[in-house]
């Protein structure tokens, strides 16, 4: 169960968007001077505990066929919560990228955040 879990295959995407995330705001906050060893145990349960998890946990209940109201798959909400997930950690890329001086093809792109 525990490894059909994470043959999902938005899952893994959104794990490896966490990793890239954290990883770019660390070289970020270095660049920035800004490193703090405390935003390490803060990002791990911002982003790990608080959004990774529930997902993993809302994957595995859809996985196992469980229905959140009768006739409404849990994998909805699984799903819906990866993707909002993924989204918040595919800005927070965008921006560590722009702290580092990346633009490439996100060059003109407006910030609305």
Do not use: N
Request: glycine residues 8%.
């Amino acid at each position: 169960m525990v490894v059909e879990t994470f043959e999902d295959p938005l899952l893994r995407a959104l794990l490896v968007a966490w990793i890239v995330d954290f990883l770019l705001g660390v070289l970020a906050a270095f660049k920035l001077g800004a490193f703090d060893p405390g935003m390490l145990a803060r990002t791990l349960r911002d982003d790990a505990v608080v959004k990774i998890v529930p997902v993993v946990v809302l994957v595995a209940g859809a996985q196992a066929g469980g229905e959140l109201l009768p006739d409404v798959p849990l994998s909805a909400l699984a799903y819906s919560a990866a993707s909002l997930a993924l989204v918040g950690f595919v800005a927070s890329i965008r921006s560590s990228l722009t702290e580092l001086g990346v633009s490439g093809p996100l060059k003109g792109v407006e910030d609305r955040s």
